[in-house]
């Protein structure tokens, strides 16, 4: 990312959390138009999944060497209270995804057209028999998985060139579990921008387990990232103690 600009960061954050949010969330609705009447099955479960997976690993590479590709303010505040982010970045980095998902959600309107409102647009909401509770344990679960990961495979001793297919597995994983109690958000972007757009389209939006979600994804990738850092921090040897202390096989810690 040398040599790059901030606004084409910003862009990159804008246009990477666009396509997760008009792939990822566009398949719900487009599973539920398919499906008319029919259930929705474990099927349907893995293909938004699969959805979801797919977008992450691409995006990762097309726009990992231009802002990081955060498109999480979850990782973007995971990588600024460990030091790997600078602060001064973090609102024009979580503003952008926040646009980016506002645009992404519209473009299923735009594809899908109205019916995609009418089911639900596939604003994250809580399942059946769910409370605040459990839903706050979904979503710090499936959020502390995804950005621990993140930290994991950014890590200098990771082996190149696969980040892009383990985060992406990681998203296809993660959904499983937590998405028959929240629907799987674990983005606060991706939380906020269909529940915007849906209620600009006259959709009913459940507005009040909004902070719920936005509460368990923050607390969820700041704890992931400070104990990542801190299970793989070692102590640093003074410069001329280290000089004369014998050559050890590398390291795997940051």
Known sequence: MEGLRTPQKLLAEVIGTAFLVFVGV??????????????FTMADLGVISFAFGTVVIATVYALGH????HINPAITLGLAVTGKFPWSQVPGYIGAQLVGAVI???????????QASEVGLGVAAYGADVGAGQAFIAEFVGTFILVFTVFGVIHRAAAPGFAGIAIGLVVFAAIIPVAPATGASINPARTLGPMFVQQLWGGEVEWGQAPVYLAAEICAGIAAALIYVAMTRTRELPEAIAATTPAQPTSTSV
């Open 66 to 69: 231009v802002s990081g590709n």
């Open 26 to 39: 566009g398949s719900v609705p487009a599973t539920l138009i398919v499906n008319g009447d029919s259930p």
């Open 104 to 114: 992404g959600a519209v473009a299923i309107i735009g594809v899908l057209g109205e």
